[in-house]
């Protein structure tokens, strides 16, 4: 059987002190109460970094410039109705200050306190790159 892809992108928000900002997933929402990377939906006709640029100011309230944003690693995850493809970035500056206008929560953490925090499959293989990068 056959299903969709859905391509996401991500940001992995690192402070001065280097940690990373996760968000807690909403209730209603699919994976509700997992932490994941801050990013959004890729929409038809938009560029990944468009779309995370556009996902960062919704959620947290930042204004990011694409040449701000760093290609680092992807991952990719079968769920049971669709494939989910996500790029993340790294990304160390950015105007405005963090501010939680979606999610259940936000913490700043250090990469190897991460597996602390639950998170959905697509997120968890990511961890080990930044723990190894930071």
């Not at 940690?19 to 929409?43: D, M, N």
């Not at 006709?45 to 309230?61: F, K, S, V, W």
């Not at 939680?100 to 597996?115: I, T």
Request: hydrophobic share 45%; proline share 9%.
């Amino acid at each position: 059987m056959s299903v969709p892809t859905v391509l996401v992108a991500a940001a992995a928000l690192i402070d001065t002190d280097g940690r990373v900002l996760i968000a807690q997933r909403p209730e209603g929402k699919s994976l509700a109460g997992l932490w994941e990377f801050p990013g959004g939906k890729v929409e038809p006709g938009e560029r990944p970094e468009e779309a995370l640029i556009r996902e960062l100011d919704e959620e947290l309230g930042i204004q990011v410039k694409a040449s701000c944003l760093a290609p680092f690693a992807f991952t990719s995850h079968a769920y049971e109705s669709f494939h989910l493809l996500m790029p993340l970035w790294l990304c160390r500056r950015w105007d405005g200050v963090v501010t939680n206008r979606h999610h259940a929560a936000l913490a700043w953490v250090r990469p190897n306190r991460m597996a602390d925090y639950p998170m959905p499959p697509a997120d968890v293989p990511l961890v080990a790159y930044l723990c190894d990068f930071i």
